[in-house]
C-alpha cells in the first residue's frame, strides 16, 4: 500500500469538494442549524457548557455525513471515472482509504467551524476545557465511524440521491438505537445488545470528558466493518462470482466483520478510560487514595445489581462498577470487591435482602404491552463489625464522596465536634424562626462527618474544648457581653466560626425589610468584618420565583434570590457551580487595609437598594445600569493563634427551602465552610467534583449577541464569500486561453 498514492486522492477529492457549491451550501446549512439550536438552548439555561451542542450533534450528522459522502463512489459509477481511476497503478484497498479519509477531513472541517461557538463562551463563563477536548474527540470518532457508513452505502449504488437514503437509513439505526424511548420498545433481553451496538450511547459517555478503550475500540471497529463492506462492493464488481478469488473475498469479508463486532465486544468488557475533565470528575482523587491505603483493616465493598436492569438505569451500571473496580487497584489490598446479582440464587436473593438493598420498579414493553418488572442497583460496604448500605444508587456523580465518606465514617475513632449556637433564657439570638425552615437538612450533612450538637452559652460559660468550630445562624436582638468574650476567647484559642450576618430583616410574607438590629455586627468588625445594611439584587443570574393566584401560577425572575459564584480559587468554594443566596448583603473588610478572603460574590451585574425597599416580585423592576457592580457576599479570615472566621452576609441560604433548590450548591458550600474552619478539608476535594452547571454571564447584552451572530451570521458569511472568492476564481482559470 502506497501512502503517496493515497494522499494523492485525498487531495484531488478534497479539490473536488470545494471547487463545487455544493460544499460551501451544506457548511453554511450546518453552521445555521447548529448556532442556532445551541445558543437558544444555551441562553435560556445561562450555562457556560458545550452539551446542547453535542446532544443536537448526533442528529445533524446525521443528515449532514450522508450528503457529503454520497457522492463518493456513486458519482465516480455514474461518470464510469471509477474504471479509469483503477486502470492506474492503485489498489481497491487504497481507494477506500483515500475516499474515506477525504471525507472524514471534509467533515471534520465542518466540526472545526463550530470552535468559535466556545469561544465566544469563554466570554461569559468558565469552560471545562477537558470536557470540551472530550466532546471534540468524541465527535470525531462518530464522525470516523458515519463516515464509513457514508462510504458503503455510496458502494452499493450508481445514484447519490438512492446512496444518500440508504446512507441516511443506516445511520438512523445506529444513532436512534440509543435512545431510551427506542430501547424500552425492544424486548428486554435484546436491549443490552441493541445498547451495545448503538453509536448514540458510545458517544453519549466520550460527551462527558471520559475516553473509554470499549468506545474507542467500538468506533474502530465501526469503521472497519464498513469500509471492508466497501472494499467487497468495490472489488466484488471486478470479480467473477464462480471464481476461487471471489469466494476468498467473500470470505475474507466475512471473517474480518466477524472481528470487529468480536473487538467491539471485548473492548467494552475491557476496563481503560482517560478523564479529560478540568477536575478529574471521574477519576479517584488523591484524597480517597490516601485514604484507602492508610486503612487499618480491609474493606469489602458488595455491588448488587440484577442482570436485566431498566434502560434509565443501564447507562449507569458501567460508572458504578468501574469506580468500583477504581477502589479496588488504588488501595494496594486493602479494598475487596465482590459483584452479586440475585439471579445468582436463593442465597444471593436472600443475601440482597438481608443487605438492606432496595428493590426498585420499572417498566419494560413485553410481548403483550408495558409490564411491571423488579430490579436492584445497591451496595454495601463492611468494615470489621460495620455495614453501610446504599440501598439504590440513583446517580453517580457523586458516588466517590458518599463512598469515601461512609468508609471514613466507619475507619475513624472520634469524630470532631460542631455547635450551633441556640437561645438561652436571657436572649434571644442565633437562629431566627421563619418560613423558611429550619436547618434539618444540613444539620443531616454535617452529621455525616461530624457530631453536631448545640451549644447554649449562658453567664460565666466558656466553649467546651472539644468543639472545633460554632455556628451563629441568623442572630437578632442583643447579645449579652459574657457570651461574646466566650466566643471571642474560643477564637483566640484557636478555634473557629461560621457567622451567618443577616445585616438586614427581611419579611417575605408582608414584603417589607427593617435593619436588623444587634450588637453581634460589633463582633464580627472586631474580627475584620463588615456586613453592609444593603439588600442586594442581581439582574442577570439569579433564581426564579412562583408568582401569581393559587391554580394560575407562572414563574419569573427574581433578582433577590441570587445565584452568586467562586470569588477565589480556594479550596472552599473551588469547582462549586452556583449558591442561592436569597436577600443577601454585601460583607467587606471593616478597615481599609484589612484583607479579607473573597469566597462567593454576585456577577458584576448586581445592584444593592439602600432605603425604600421593595422586594416584591416585579417583571418590570427600574434599574440603573450605571449603579451595577460585583458584590462580595462571603469572605473569611485566619487569625494568629489558629482560629478562623466566615462571614456571610445572609443567614437562609442554608435552611430547608434553598438548599432544596435544583441545581445549586449551598449545602456543599456550607459542608466546605465547616471543613476550612475545622482544618479537616479531607473531603472537601471529593465533594467539589460533584460540580453543578457552570453559570453562563456576559459582561455586556452587547457582547452577549456579538458572540451569538458572529457564529449564527458572521461565520456563514465568511464562508459563503470564502466560497464565491474560490469558486470565481476557479471560473476565470476554467475561462482563460493558453497558446498552443
Known amino acids: 500500500m502506497n501512502s503517496s498514492r493515497i494522499r494523492a486522492l485525498v487531495k484531488k477529492e478534497l479539490n473536488s469538494y470545494f471547487d463545487s457549491p455544493s460544499a460551501y451550501v451544506l457548511f453554511i446549512v450546518w453552521l445555521v442549524a447548529a448556532s442556532y439550536f445551541f445558543f437558544r438552548a444555551a441562553f435560556l439555561n445561562n450555562e457556560a457548557s458545550l452539551r446542547p451542542l453535542f446532544e443536537l450533534l448526533p442528529w445533524l450528522l446525521l443528515f449532514f455525513v450522508p450528503a457529503a459522502t454520497m457522492r463518493s463512489l456513486a458519482a465516480e459509477k455514474k461518470d464510469g471515472t471509477l474504471e479509469v481511476l483503477l486502470s492506474h497503478p492503485i489498489s481497491e484497498a487504497e481507494v477506500i482509504i483515500g475516499k474515506l479519509v477525504a471525507n472524514v477531513v471534509f467533515i471534520l472541517i465542518a466540526l472545526a467551524l463550530t470552535l468559535p461557538i466556545p469561544v465566544g463562551l469563554a466570554f461569559?463563563?468558565?469552560?471545562?476545557?477537558?470536557?470540551?477536548?472530550?466532546?471534540?474527540?468524541?465527535?470525531?470518532?462518530?464522525?470516523?465511524?458515519?463516515?464509513?457508513?457514508?462510504?458503503?452505502?455510496?458502494?452499493?449504488?450508481?445514484n447519490q440521491t438512492v446512496a444518500f437514503i440508504i446512507s441516511l437509513a443506516i445511520t438512523f439505526l445506529l444513532v436512534a438505537s440509543g435512545m431510551e424511548y427506542v430501547l424500552m420498545a425492544i424486548p428486554f433481553?435484546?436491549?443490552?445488545?441493541?445498547?451495545?451496538?448503538?453509536?448514540?450511547s458510545h458517544f453519549n459517555s466520550m460527551t462527558r470528558g471520559v475516553i473509554f478503550l470499549g468506545d474507542t475500540v467500538y468506533f474502530a471497529a465501526l469503521t472497519l466493518a464498513f469500509a471492508t463492506l466497501s472494499y467487497f462492493g468495490l472489488k466484488q464488481e471486478r470479480e467473477s462470482h464462480r471464481s476461487s478469488r471471489y469466494k476468498n473475498l467473500r470470505l475474507g469479508t466475512g471473517l474480518m466483520i466477524i472481528v470487529a463486532v468480536l473487538s467491539s465486544l471485548i473492548g467494552t468488557a475491557a476496563g481503560g478510560r482517560v478523564d479529560l475533565t478540568s477536575g478529574k470528575l471521574y477519576s479517584l482523587s488523591g484524597?480517597?487514595?490516601?485514604?484507602?491505603?492508610?486503612?487499618?483493616?480491609?474493606?469489602?465493598?458488595?455491588?448488587?445489581?440484577?442482570?436485566?436492569?431498566?434502560?434509565?438505569?443501564?447507562?449507569?451500571?458501567r460508572d458504578i462498577k468501574d469506580i468500583i473496580s477504581d477502589y479496588q487497584a488504588a488501595s494496594n489490598g486493602r479494598v475487596d470487591a465482590i459483584f452479586k446479582s440475585p439471579e445468582d440464587g436463593a442465597q444471593a436473593q436472600q443475601e440482597i435482602q438481608e443487605a438492606g438493598i432496595?428493590?426498585?420498579?420499572?417498566?419494560?414493553?413485553?410481548?403483550?404491552?408495558?409490564?411491571?418488572?423488579?430490579?436492584?442497583?445497591?451496595?454495601?460496604?463492611?468494615?470489621?463489625?460495620?455495614?453501610?448500605?446504599?440501598?439504590?444508587?440513583?446517580?453517580?456523580?457523586?458516588?466517590?464522596?458518599?463512598?469515601?465518606?461512609?468508609?471514613?465514617?466507619?475507619?475513624?475513632?472520634?469524630?470532631?465536634?460542631?455547635a450551633f449556637l441556640t437561645v438561652t433564657d436571657t436572649n434571644r439570638h442565633a437562629q431566627a424562626s421563619d418560613e423558611q425552615g429550619g436547618y434539618d437538612a444540613w444539620r443531616q450533612m454535617l452529621g455525616d462527618e461530624?457530631?453536631?450538637?448545640?451549644?447554649?452559652?449562658?453567664?460565666?460559660?466558656?466553649?467546651?474544648?472539644?468543639?472545633?468550630?460554632?455556628?451563629?445562624?441568623?442572630?437578632?436582638?442583643?447579645?449579652?457581653?459574657?457570651?461574646?468574650?466566650?466566643?471571642?476567647?474560643?477564637?483566640?484559642?484557636?478555634?473557629?466560626?461560621?457567622?451567618?450576618?443577616?445585616?438586614?430583616?427581611?419579611?417575605?410574607?408582608?414584603?417589607?425589610?427593617?435593619?436588623?438590629?444587634?450588637?453581634?455586627?460589633?463582633?464580627?468588625?472586631?474580627?475584620?468584618?463588615?456586613?453592609?445594611?444593603?439588600?442586594?439584587?442581581?439582574?442577570?443570574?439569579?433564581?426564579?420565583?412562583?408568582?401569581?393566584?393559587?391554580?394560575?401560577?407562572f414563574s419569573l425572575p427574581y433578582p433577590f434570590w441570587m445565584r452568586v459564584g467562586p470569588a477565589s480559587d480556594d479550596l472552599v468554594v473551588r469547582d462549586v457551580g452556583s449558591v442561592v443566596i436569597p436577600w443577601g448583603q454585601?460583607?467587606?473588610?471593616?478597615?481599609?487595609?484589612?484583607?479579607?478572603?473573597?469566597?462567593?460574590?454576585?456577577?458584576?451585574?448586581?445592584?444593592?437598594?439602600?432605603?425604600?425597599?421593595?422586594?416584591?416580585?416585579?417583571?418590570?423592576?427600574?434599574?440603573?445600569?450605571?449603579?451595577?457592580?460585583?458584590?462580595?457576599?462571603?469572605?473569611?479570615?485566619?487569625?494568629?493563634?489558629?482560629?478562623?472566621?466566615i462571614v456571610v452576609g445572609d443567614s437562609d441560604f442554608l435552611r430547608d427551602r434553598f438548599i432544596a433548590v435544583p441545581e445549586s450548591q449551598n449545602g456543599a458550600f456550607g459542608v466546605n465552610a465547616v471543613d476550612w474552619l475545622i482544618q479537616d478539608s479531607s473531603?472537601?476535594?471529593i465533594r467539589a467534583k460533584n460540580t453543578q452547571a457552570r453559570m453562563l454571564v456576559f459582561p455586556s447584552e452587547t457582547t452577549r449577541n456579538m458572540v451569538r451572530y458572529i457564529n449564527l451570521i458572521g461565520l456563514p458569511l465568511a464562508v459563503a464569500a470564502g466560497g464565491a472568492i474560490r469558486l470565481n476564481r476557479r471560473r476565470r482559470l476554467t475561462r482563460r486561453k493558453y497558446a498552443a
Open 683 to 685: 473531603l472537601t476535594e
Open 358 to 418: 432496595r428493590q426498585v420498579q420499572f417498566n419494560v414493553v413485553g410481548q403483550d404491552g408495558y409490564q411491571v418488572k423488579q430490579g436492584y442497583l445497591g451496595l454495601t460496604i463492611d468494615y470489621q463489625n460495620q455495614r453501610e448500605a446504599i440501598p439504590f444508587i440513583s446517580k453517580t456523580d457523586d458516588l466517590e464522596y458518599q463512598l469515601t465518606r461512609l468508609i471514613n465514617k466507619m475507619s475513624r475513632t472520634k469524630r470532631k465536634k460542631v
Open 287 to 317: 484524597t480517597t487514595v490516601k485514604t484507602l491505603r492508610g486503612l487499618p483493616d480491609k474493606v469489602t465493598i458488595k455491588f448488587y445489581a440484577s442482570r436485566q436492569l431498566p434502560t434509565e438505569v443501564e447507562s449507569s451500571f
Open 189 to 200: 433481553p435484546l436491549t443490552a445488545v441493541v445498547r451495545q451496538m448503538s453509536a448514540l
Open 124 to 158: 461569559g463563563g468558565r469552560l471545562d476545557i477537558g470536557m470540551v477536548v472530550g466532546e471534540y474527540l468524541g465527535a470525531a470518532f462518530l464522525i470516523v465511524g458515519l463516515a464509513s457508513v457514508g462510504l458503503f452505502a455510496s458502494s452499493l449504488s450508481r
Open 450 to 553: 461530624y457530631e453536631v450538637t448545640d451549644l447554649k452559652l449562658g453567664s460565666g460559660r466558656k466553649v467546651p474544648a472539644n468543639i472545633g468550630t460554632v455556628i451563629i445562624a441568623g442572630p437578632r436582638g442583643s447579645v449579652p457581653p459574657e457570651e461574646l468574650f466566650a466566643l471571642e476567647a474560643f477564637l483566640k484559642r484557636g478555634g473557629s466560626i461560621l457567622a451567618l450576618i443577616d445585616g438586614l430583616d427581611v419579611n417575605p410574607k408582608m414584603m417589607y425589610v427593617v435593619p436588623n438590629r444587634n450588637n453581634f455586627d460589633a463582633f464580627i468588625e472586631h474580627f475584620g468584618f463588615k456586613v453592609e445594611p444593603k439588600l442586594l439584587f442581581d439582574t442577570r443570574a439569579n433564581q426564579p420565583i412562583n408568582a401569581g393566584s393559587p391554580g394560575n401560577t
Open 586 to 645: 454585601p460583607v467587606g473588610p471593616a478597615k481599609p487595609g484589612q484583607k479579607v478572603i473573597p469566597l462567593l460574590a454576585t456577577t458584576q451585574f448586581a445592584g444593592a437598594q439602600t432605603k425604600d425597599f421593595a422586594i416584591a416580585p416585579d417583571p418590570n423592576m427600574k434599574v440603573d445600569q450605571g449603579q451595577l457592580s460585583q458584590f462580595l457576599v462571603a469572605g473569611a479570615r485566619k487569625f494568629k493563634g489558629g482560629g478562623r472566621m
